[in-house]
Each structure stands twice: as C-alpha cells, then as structure tokens.
C-alpha cells in the first residue's frame, strides 16, 4: 500500500491558484512532519514547505512564502498545500513526503523517509 498519495496537480495560468492534497494510508502519519519538495526539468529536488503534524508549525522556502500555504488535517491524515499567485516559475513535480529524522531545519530531503508520487503543477505564461 502506497503511504502517500498526491492529487490536485494540473496547468493553470500565471497568477492562477491551485490546491494540493497529501493523503496518508493507515491510522496514523508515518512521520513528524509533511513536507513538500518540487523538481522542475534540469533542475535538482528543492524545499518548498513543511508542517508539523502534531502542534502545526509551519516553515516555507522564500521563494513560496507569501504565495504558498500549507496545513494539513489530523483526523483525515491529508495535508495540503494551496498554491497562489502561481508563476511559470512553479512549474515542476510536486511530491510530499513524511519527515521521521528530528532536525531544526525541515528542508533535508534526507529526513524524509516515505515519498508520494508525484503530481505535475505547470503554470503557463
């Protein structure tokens, strides 16, 4: 059984929005933490935003902050990320993963254990 599964991801205009959804198989989040990482043609897997799932902290990478909102829903183990103000720039795989390593930065993909598979965001100009 696949631990996480993305919907939500499509073509949007710039400026557009759209909305994320991270759903988590089992009882109970396999990690501390849901975090969401992009990877657009070319470029390496970057940081794009994470939350605790118990207590809810957030934490953001500059380029999303402002634009981007992450939250999740403890009793229907799915997190989200709404995305706002979409330019061409977001265009890439989004994939959200659960944190099981204990650090003070959220944005080591090698903290993250279980993957999601993936769901394209293009934004056009």
């Known amino acids: 059984q696949v631990p996480l599964v993305e919907s939500g991801g499509g073509l949007v205009q710039a400026g557009g929005s759209l909305r994320l959804s991270c759903a988590a198989s089992?009882?109970?989040?396999?990690?501390?933490?849901m975090g969401w990482f992009r990877q657009a043609p070319g470029k390496e897997r970057e940081f794009v935003a994470a939350?605790?799932?118990?207590?809810?902290?957030?934490y953001y990478a500059d380029s999303v902050k402002g634009r981007f909102t992450i939250s999740r829903d403890n009793a229907r183990n799915t997190g989200y990320l709404q995305m706002n103000s979409l330019k061409p720039e977001d265009t890439a795989v989004y994939s959200c993963?659960?944190?099981?390593?204990?650090?003070?930065?959220?944005?080591?993909?090698?903290?993250?254990?279980?993957w999601g598979q993936g769901t394209q965001v293009t934004v056009s100009s």
């Open positions: 993963a659960s944190r099981v390593n204990y650090r003070s930065s959220y944005d080591y993909s090698s903290d993250y254990r279980y």
């Open positions: 939350i605790k799932w118990i207590g809810g902290s957030t």
């Open positions: 089992g009882r109970t989040f396999p990690g501390n933490a």
